[in-house]
């Protein structure tokens, strides 16, 4: 006679919450932390309808509809914002990616533990350097009257240059400087997925007679594709916001840089500070939170269709 095994009886939410208890009680302080800072300014959002004043508060002030999107697609400040934001950003993924991921493989290939430790901990130096020190030391190099570049130039015979009424460059100064300052930590998570890599396929590699290079391309590489894909989901969620410190820092409020520096962090923060002007600085980061959620949901159904174990959800 066949025995049936009985099926099991679901526990009930409250059952499986007194069982994790001890872990929901770990994520107490996460969980607040979003609660005050993402959840509860949400009401803040109906400014961008209305015409906002202090008098009447943000549900008594008039409510205008969409006059205020209207108003920053006419003027052509919301297609400039959200170009800068996102080229920016893709610089940022794109050559972060690259550089961190080539960076965790020449850490593995060393061999000297000596040595290995004192590079990585030269990398992962700029990390915890304030953004603040960093807008200090570009001033100080790229200054026109006393930065050591133009001081430089001068003693070899050739003209200053102006570096900070230069647009077209601080691209380039722009993420040369971010790339300095991330790819070292970021290299870790790699650098960790490549350690987590079963050495029996690097012996057999070696036995096959497959040189450095060939483990790299068929070893390594195919193994950091699921972490590639998901720190690259993780990076599209950001994708809308900028690094307010870095740019701030950096360009500050100029305006002869702000066609190709100026980002939606930075427009916002000085339509708040410079013009108490709530109703289009809560529009623009509205149109900013929606348009990012739309990339990440967008970006995690195609990679859901083609492997779904490497999609977010």
Known sequence: MALTQAPRRRRSVWAQIKTSRMLIFMCVPAIAFFLVFNYAPLPGIWIAFTDFNYRDGIFGSPFVGLKNFEFLIKSGMLWELT????????????????????????????????????????????????????????FNILNYDTGALNTLIEQ???DPIKIYSMAGIWPLIIIVVHLWQSTGYGSIVYFAAIMGIDKGLFEAAEIDGASAWQRIR??????????????????????????????????????????????????????????????????????????????????NWIVRRMNKDYALF
């Not at 940022?92 to 990616?97: A, E, K, L, R």
């Open 83 to 138: 170009r800068n934001t996102i080229l920016y950003n893709i610089a940022f993924i794109v050559f972060g990616n690259i550089l961190q991921i080539a960076i965790a493989i020449m850490f593995n290939e060393v061999r000297l533990k000596f040595f290995k430790k004192i590079t990585q901990g030269i990398m992962f130096l700029p990390y915890f350097i304030s953004v603040v020190l960093i807008g200090v030391i570009a």
């Open 156 to 158: 070899t015979g050739g």
């Open 218 to 299: 068929y070893v390594i590489l195919p193994s950091l594709k699921p972490t590639f894909i998901i720190l690259f989901l993780f990076s599209l969620g950001g994708i809308m916001s900028g690094n307010f410190g870095l740019f701030w820092n950096l360009v500050g409020n100029n305006a002869a840089l702000f066609e190709t520096t100026d980002i939606i962090e930075t427009s916002v923060y000085r339509m708040v500070m410079s013009q108490n002007n709530f109703t289009t600085s809560t529009a623009v980061g509205l149109y900013q939170s929606l348009f990012g959620f739309a990339i990440v949901m967008t970006a």
